[in-house]
């Protein structure tokens, strides 16, 4: 096996059980390591640290173990999906077909979380009987068929498909080719629940798998707040702010994204629904447009753009839209209105995006006040010693 050998001191981060070796980090490479293949990392003393996935690119291993003694083979694959599967269902997301039934079933959510679920790289989102794999790295595809067999072992009947859908997430650099398709099986009825309400999951040409399942208990606490209320869900994409509005027992709902592929399935989810309730409308328009021209109407807005900056060197610009597009919303929402805001963009800290949120309300002149400060939800887990992994920043704030 290739060997990697780190510059004195900087194991440091490894002992701590950070999951990555940085390119900067690496003082020399014993053999040729192919991108994806599994090297062993040494210190400067030539102690052993940690095993993983070698990459070309800022990020030069993606640690998958720091046991020497531990294989990657298929019992490493299936240990570690279990360990995935029985954390979800401790926390009450996986339903088993077994279980009793639940007061609002749900089989949508988050098998496997990367870093979080310490397999750096990888994404299983559960639709049904459907999962979605995702590889973010070389060695993750790779693994794919080796992925796919463990996790039909692991999940035994709950799991009837498997669609891979990597063609995005890929480095470019590394001439993988990936293609988006089955591994196993090819049924493509799409309809999922989550907390009893349906939607259409769109893992063919979607974003992401084809849902925000990170949104779950964000959009269920959204529920709570709708009654009687005005509401409009800003970047909808698929309108799951917008189905539990309209579950919540809102009074009208309009739900707004640039994309009419987004607006139809949107609309197709609000019949699986609410079919032919007039309480609800969609619009194709670009969202400072639509936000400029809708007057005073709304007492409760969802922000939820798409990530403003998907590295650091677009942070400044994203802080910059942060702040515009949420001192429109300050500006026009109703007196007693209640504002969704939300950042998913990893390179936004916490402190950074209420900075911006802050600045809009001082902008507006609004007194503002915080009822909750939101992240993602439990299924997508932030590994202890991997705090990049909260990526998804909330705040629900009242505004007088």
Not at 68 to 88: G, H, N, P
Not at 215 to 233: D, F, G, I, M, T
Not at 304 to 313: E, M, S, T, V
Request: proline share 4%; aromatic share 10%.
């Amino acid at each position: 096996m290739n060997r990697i050998y780190l510059k004195p001191g900087k194991e440091e981060s490894l002992r701590r059980f950070h999951p990555w070796v940085f390119s900067g980090a690496i003082a020399r490479i014993d053999g040729s390591p192919e991108e994806g293949e599994v090297v062993e990392v040494y210190t400067s003393q030539s102690m052993f640290i940690a095993k993983g996935h070698y990459q070309i690119g800022s990020i030069a291993v993606r640690v998958l173990t720091f046991r020497q003694d531990e294989k990657i083979d298929a019992s490493f694959w299936e240990r570690r999906l279990k360990v995935a599967y029985t954390m979800r269902k401790a926390i009450g997301v996986a339903q088993s077909s077994t279980d009793s039934p639940a007061p609002l079933p749900n089989n949508t959510y988050r098998l496997v979380h990367g870093e979080g679920d310490n397999l750096p790289g990888l994404v299983v989102d559960i639709y049904a009987r459907t999962a979605v794999v995702q590889a973010h790295s070389a060695g993750m595809h790779l693994e794919r068929i080796a992925i796919a067999n463990a996790l039909m072992k692991v999940m035994e009947s709950e799991v009837e498909n498997i669609y891979y859908k990597s063609e995005t997430t890929l480095p470019y650099k590394a001439d993988l080719y990936p293609e988006n398709g089955f591994l196993v099986g090819g049924d493509e009825n799409n309809i999922a629940t989550e907390y009893g309400l349906n939607f259409h999951i769109d893992w063919l040409k979607g974003q992401k798998t084809g849902f925000f399942v990170d949104q779950r208990e964000n959009r269920a606490l959204l529920e709570r707040y709708a009654a009687r209320r005005s509401v409009l869900n800003m970047f909808c994409y698929t309108g799951g702010f917008s189905v539990y509005a309209m579950r919540g027992g809102a009074k009208l709902v309009h739900s707004v994204d640039s994309s009419a592929k987004a607006i139809d399935l949107t609309n197709r989810n609000m019949d699986l629904n609410f079919p032919n309730d007039p309480r609800h409308a969609a619009f194709a328009e670009d969202a400072f447009k639509y936000l400029d021209r809708m007057g005073d109407q709304y007492d409760l807005i969802i922000l939820d753009p798409p990530a403003f900056a998907k590295h650091r060197d677009a942070l400044r610009n994203a802080l910059m839209g942060y702040r515009k597009l949420n001192a429109r919303a300050f500006e026009k929402i109703r007196p007693g209105g209640i504002l969704f805001t939300f950042s998913c963009s990893q390179a936004v800290s916490k402190e950074q995006f209420r900075t911006a949120v802050f600045t809009a309300a001082a902008l507006s002149g609004r007194s503002v006040r915080i009822l909750h400060q939101l992240t993602q939800p439990a299924d997508h887990p932030v590994n202890i010693y991997h705090p990049e992994g909260e990526y998804l920043k909330g705040l629900v704030l009242y505004v007088e």
